[in-house]
């Protein structure tokens, strides 16, 4: 009905209208902008733009506080404390006592990973390692000597379950392998990293979307918590189906091979401080994971994703999201056609991107 009135305006008319409308907008945000508060009251009541972030933030709250005492195959507490214990051991210098505060609250998760048997297998190694290491140097407190005695009762039943066999603790920067590619083959493949929205109708092979993701999985995240997944859409129909969901994709959507959802995970997180983590991490991976599919003979395009109530309704729906998961990008994944036009896109110079700071 709204589009019909409209469209049953002259066109000068809605053109005038719009500029009205948006210089009243302009004009309500001037004055709310002006502090937190009024900024606060703008979007209670004359916004609703934040509305889904505020309850996935919330929904996501709850979902960690559930994963405390309900372990599945990741701990997102306990990967966040292994890290820190991680980083306390490679201290320079180290110090004799650290940790304290938080030991008990590692053995405690860890304990309950134990009983679960849910957690994946590499992980519990991972933090049996790094736990055994910590208590082999640890200064003695009360609380460390409460953590080490628990430690102790159970840690042998973790290693005989574990798959692995080296030891998965920190270790000395000289002993990483050697550097295959020098700068000018990086830059190249940096130069072949583009956008490709034209694909072969051919299929890709699962093989390779794994071997990508392993190499994804390597990119560096806040207290290594991984708050992503890559939900992959490998089939011609349905990539497209969900490649429309999001805006800037028509004209070229239905001939996308594969689209796999880079899809952000907010119960990883117990305050909202750390609500942005997901786009940060899941970009961090994306965008490894584009450059290992290069490598791979295989093209990509990053699809963007617009936080619209309907749109986000829309994906949640066909990937069968929790509310507290929430879509970073879209990522079309094929073989590229040898004609396809690629746009220039040319990027800014360094004069405007770096900033020296005095």
Not at 16 to 30: G, P, S
Not at 207 to 214: D, E, K, V, Y
Request: aromatic content about 10%; overall charge positive.
């Amino acid at each position: 009905m709204k589009t019909w009135l409209v469209n049953c305006l002259p066109v000068v008319w809605r053109k005038k209208i719009r500029q009205y409308l948006t210089e009243i907008q302009l004009f309500c945000i001037r004055l709310f902008s002006t502090n937190g508060f009024l900024a606060s009251i703008y979007y209670t009541f004359f916004s609703n733009q934040f509305r889904r972030e505020h309850k996935a933030v919330l929904q996501g709250r709850l979902a960690y506080a559930k994963s405390l005492t309900q372990i599945g195959k990741s701990s997102a507490l306990l990967r966040r404390n292994i890290h820190r214990l991680e980083k306390g051991l490679i201290m320079q210098p180290r110090r004799e006592v650290f940790a304290e505060a938080y030991i008990g609250e590692t053995v405690d998760c860890y304990l309950a990973a134990v009983k679960s048997q849910q957690l994946c297998a590499e992980e519990l190694k991972w933090a049996t390692d790094v736990l055994t290491d910590y208590f082999k140097v640890a200064g003695s407190t009360i609380e460390i000597e409460n953590a080490r005695r628990l430690f102790g009762e159970s840690s042998n039943a973790a290693v005989t379950n574990s798959a692995a066999v080296t030891n998965s603790i920190p270790y000395p920067h000289n002993t990483l392998p050697d550097c295959p590619v020098d700068y000018q083959q990086l830059l190249t493949l940096f130069q072949r990293r583009r956008s490709v929205r034209w694909y072969q109708p051919k299929p890709v092979p699962e093989s390779l979307i794994q071997q990508a993701i392993a190499a994804a999985k390597l990119a560096p995240s806040a207290c290594n918590r991984q708050p992503f997944q890559f939900y992959v859409i490998n089939e011609a129909d349905k990539a497209a189906d969900i490649a429309k969901c999001a805006m800037g994709t028509v004209g070229f959507a239905e001939n996308f091979q594969c689209i796999i959802a880079i899809v952000g995970d907010l119960s990883a997180y117990p305050a909202e401080r750390d609500r942005h983590v997901i786009y940060i991490d899941g970009a961090l991976a994306a965008m490894q994971l584009m450059l290992a599919f290069e490598t791979l003979g295989l093209s990509t395009c990053p699809i963007n994703w617009p936080d619209i109530e309907a749109r986000e309704k829309m994906l949640t729906q066909k990937l069968g999201l929790a509310y507290y998961q929430r879509t970073v990008m879209l990522m079309a994944v094929g073989y590229a056609q040898p004609e396809g036009g690629i746009a220039f896109s040319q990027k800014k110079n360094n004069s405007i991107l770096v900033k020296d700071v005095v």
